[in-house]
């Protein structure tokens, strides 16, 4: 079964409106990352936060362990932030990765 | 510059031929791994490394061999191609550790088999 969980699918929002990404894990975890893909691109990792809130510039990420859920915010969202976003969990002695299916982001002006 | 290089980027393939994905990574990480992803998904693993010379299987590696010859080099190799292994292929490096296990990631191979 899926052992990540992304939500929502799909966001369509207005340039300037905040966004707000869910990632939810089945299982225990060592570490957890936020990717984001360029359509059609590569993958660049956004945050590694395996617990508590991290911030860069108008994204935050906050990861609570103990109720295995993380969510990345995105303030005063810009065209340029269209694209899609995945999670990916680390478990295991060996920290194998888990992704999500990922949510993907359209920004209109 | 790029740490993770793929090659080739694009590749149609005819079923049943052979196809070699390579990932040269420079940065000196020993844990290498391909990921597999289909439109609309997310990432798949199907082969990863963490020493040279061995490799390990991921979660779908049925119909795909891996060979981790040095540090730097990993590849992926499809004996038989089938049209179900059309997908963008993904390589990607990390240190390994799960208190710093960032993944760095390679532009992609999309293979199309026809």
């Known amino acids: 079964g899926q052992q990540v969980q992304q939500s929502p699918t799909s966001l369509v929002l207005q340039e300037g409106e905040n966004a707000e990404l869910q990632c939810n894990f089945s299982t225990s975890l060592n570490s957890m990352q936020w990717f984001y893909q360029r359509p059609g691109g590569s993958l660049v990792s956004v945050f590694y936060?395996?617990?508590g809130t991290k911030q860069s510039g108008r994204l935050t990420s906050t990861t609570v362990i103990k109720e295995r859920r993380s969510s990345l915010h995105i303030s005063s969202s810009q065209i340029t932030d269209s694209g899609t976003y995945l999670c990916a969990m680390g478990r295991g002695s060996n920290n194998r990765i888990f992704f999500g299916d990922g949510t993907q982001l359209v920004v209109k002006p | 510059e790029a740490a993770v290089t793929q090659s080739p980027r694009s590749k149609v393939a005819v079923t049943g031929g052979k196809v070699t994905l390579s990932c040269h990574q420079t940065n000196n990480h020993d844990y290498m791994y391909w990921y597999r992803q289909d439109t609309g998904h997310g990432l798949r693993l199907i082969h990863y490394s963490y020493v040279a010379d061995s490799t390990e299987k991921g979660d779908i590696p049925d119909g795909y061999k891996a060979s981790r010859p040095s540090q730097e080099n990993f590849s992926l190799i499809l004996e038989l191609a089938s049209l179900s292994q059309t997908a963008v292929y993904f390589c990607a490096s990390s240190d390994g550790r799960p208190s710093g296990n960032t993944l760095y990631f390679g532009e992609g191979s999309r293979l199309i088999v026809v």
């Open positions: 936060n395996p617990s």
